[in-house]
């Protein structure tokens, strides 16, 4: 079992910068995909980046592409996302997720979620 807790979220200015970050326990971290996913207001819940176990494979959605980098860090159990030139439209509620598989793109199989943080970009 995993369990996962967010930090770093927060009110930014349109073009500026945060850096969040997830801090998991349990045994499996290092053997299995971590990604963060947001969720907007009367939107779903959608994934924004992905990394495969060793950190080797890394994926994006189009619209944080560029401006977005995961990374992870399998001794200290953690697992973080560098968010650049926000945009308003980048305004959810962002969950760190562990995956059931070395790496996945499909929500069904992240098993595992923190409580979420909440970022604001503001125009």
């Not at 927060?10 to 850096?19: D, E, F, I, K, T």
């Not at 980098?69 to 997720?97: F, G, H, W």
């Not at 995956?99 to 595992?112: A, F, I, Q």
Request: charged share 20%; aromatic share 10%.
């Amino acid at each position: 079992q995993v369990q996962l807790v967010e930090s770093g979220g927060g009110l930014v200015q349109a073009g500026g910068s945060l850096r969040l970050s997830c801090a998991a326990s349990g045994r499996t971290f290092g053997t299995v995909a971590m990604g963060w996913f947001r969720q907007a207001p009367g939107k779903e819940r959608e994934l924004v980046a992905a990394i495969s176990w060793s950190g080797g494979h890394t994926d994006y959605s189009d619209s944080v592409k560029v401006r977005f980098t995961i990374s992870r860090d399998n001794v200290k159990n953690t697992v973080s996302l560098q968010m650049n030139s926000l945009k308003p439209e980048d305004t959810a509620v962002y969950y760190c997720a562990a995956g059931s598989r070395t790496y996945s793109l499909m929500r069904y199989e992240y098993d595992y979620w923190g409580q979420g943080t909440q970022v604001t970009v503001s125009s």
